[in-house]
């Protein structure tokens, strides 16, 4: 077997010398080009190249989310082909590494690079489902070129905190659960449009659903993890299936209070709900749109701001070792 490594130096809980380590047993067992990441976009590049080749059988991506989404954007570039493409693998590096855990990998790199050579011993590997956002035909943004994400995408005030996160990163601050509660709280109380919100849900063949302030969309469950501890926005999300959205319409702080409690409460069989919760279900095709430019996020990578984009749940997008 052939297979390109494509390693982010910078993920997080992973040091040089654990990479080292990894690389040696992956390298043991087949025929390894391993490649560090060099710039943004680096990752997406090196599987594009892979996946155009005619002798790589499968790709594996040591890093966060991000260096995941990059992955399979490389891999998905000429669009989705699992019986063709090389598989990819994931070795968590990052500091939630939702993607790899949502498919049952162990959260440290070393065991899962242990899980992943048993599951090649075994010829063990699923097809995954995965989104696809754009921009909106006869918008502001139908420029915008499509882009996968794995695990998530928000429009709205999850991805407003996200991009706060970004600019404390870029600060010199760590990564850390405790960042993101602060952001949230920043984010809550700097938020203009909480209390009326400015998104729009549209389909086919359904009245639109109004005046969300959160639009939190899952191809798959848990949404994040916070510590060990998986979050669930909408619990039947799945790889198996097309696309959720958890929908709130409403953040006052009796709002913010109820729903986070739930989140932080949420179960495989039970997510947020209630009066200003709307929650719905495997969609195929769907647009969100915004009456102002709004943040934007896929995988927890902040996109900027946009006015609307249509999603698309693709299933049987990408054969993935497990």
């Known amino acids: 077997m052939r297979a390109l490594l494509v390693v982010n130096p910078a993920a997080t809980t992973t040091s040089a010398r654990t990479r080292d380590v990894l690389i040696h047993a992956l390298a043991s067992e087949m025929k390894l080009e391993a490649v560090t990441t060099e710039?943004?976009?680096?990752?997406?590049?090196?599987?594009?190249?892979?996946?155009?080749?005619?002798?790589?059988?499968?790709?594996?991506?040591?890093?966060?989310?991000?260096?995941?989404?990059?992955?399979?954007?490389?891999l998905l570039h000429n669009g989705p082909d699992p019986d063709l493409l090389p598989r990819l693998a994931v070795v968590p590096g990052g500091s939630t590494n939702v993607f790899a855990r949502a498919l049952g990998l162990p959260n440290?790199?070393?065991?899962?690079?242990?899980?992943?050579?048993?599951?090649?011993?075994?010829?063990?590997?699923?097809?995954?489902?995965?989104?696809?956002?754009?921009?909106?035909?006869?918008t502001d943004d139908e420029a915008v070129p499509a882009r996968w994400f794995t695990f998530c995408a928000g429009f709205g005030f999850d991805a407003g905190v996200i991009g706060r996160v970004e600019q404390q990163r870029e600060r010199g601050k760590r990564s850390t659960h405790a960042l993101y509660v602060r952001q949230v709280v920043r984010q809550f109380f700097q938020e203009p449009h909480r209390r009326q919100g400015m998104i729009s849900l549209e389909r086919a063949g359904k009245d639109p659903v109004k005046d969300l302030v959160v639009s939190i969309v899952c191809n798959t469950a848990p949404w994040t993890y916070l510590g060990n501890r998986p979050v669930y926005a909408s619990p039947g999300a799945s790889f198996d299936s097309a696309l959720d959205v958890l929908g709130l319409t409403r953040l006052s702080p009796p709002a913010v209070a109820r729903y986070a409690t739930q989140l932080l409460t949420s179960t495989p069989d039970r997510g947020p709900h209630g009066r200003h919760a709307v929650s719905l279900h495997d969609l195929a095709d769907f647009t969100l749109h915004s009456k102002a430019p709004l943040p934007f996020q896929m995988d927890g990578d902040h996109l900027g701001l946009r006015t609307s984009v249509t999603f698309t749940g693709v299933r049987r997008a990408l054969r993935v070792i497990v």
């Open 39 to 74: 710039y943004r976009g680096h990752a997406r590049d090196l599987a594009r190249r892979a996946a155009e080749s005619d002798d790589i059988d499968l790709v594996v991506a040591l890093g966060g989310d991000g260096t995941v989404n990059e992955v399979v954007n490389g």
């Open 108 to 138: 440290d790199a070393v065991e899962a690079t242990g899980a992943i050579l048993d599951a090649l011993a075994q010829k063990s590997e699923r097809t995954v489902g995965l989104g696809l956002a754009a921009g909106t035909p006869g």
